[in-house]
């Protein structure tokens, strides 16, 4: 059996219109599972800080803001991290490390307001998945009032999720 030219573009049309709907779900797909890392991560120290509150008086529910971990943000790699980098007690406190090769850089910022008595915690993991300079962000938070249980506060604030 013969290809007419006819058959032969429909073929090619058909399959140029599956392309341009597959590619870029596939692309975003892709892009979102890069994402996993940081919410995990960031799951994973909200839980645990508000686990070691239960432990602890109102005034330090949460242990002190750690800087940036890994302080340079990866760029486009994974990396894995040179021995020690997750050494600070702050993550010590929180049980967090980065054993494998990642993607993110996490922060720790805590404080305690003395005229309200109200703990706070946000935690936060940046990524630069395509190494283009420009960070994706995503921020969870915590709080705990006087006499009552720490908790996670709904909602995930994200900056250029997939930058």
Known sequence: MQMTLLRFAAIVGIGGSLLAVAVPAFVR?????KTTEALEGLQRIANNAVSNAATHEQAVSFPPGVELTP??????IAVK?????????????????MENDHAYSFK?????DRVTSIARFAVRAHGDLDGDGNWSTFEVRGERLPGEPAKVMAGLLVTRELE
């Open 29 to 33: 797909n892709l892009s979102a599972s």
């Open 71 to 76: 302080a340079e943000v990866p760029r486009g």
């Open 81 to 97: 991290d040179a021995p020690g980098t997750w050494d600070h007690l702050t993550w010590r406190a929180l049980d967090f490390r």
């Open 108 to 112: 720790f910022d805590s404080s305690f």
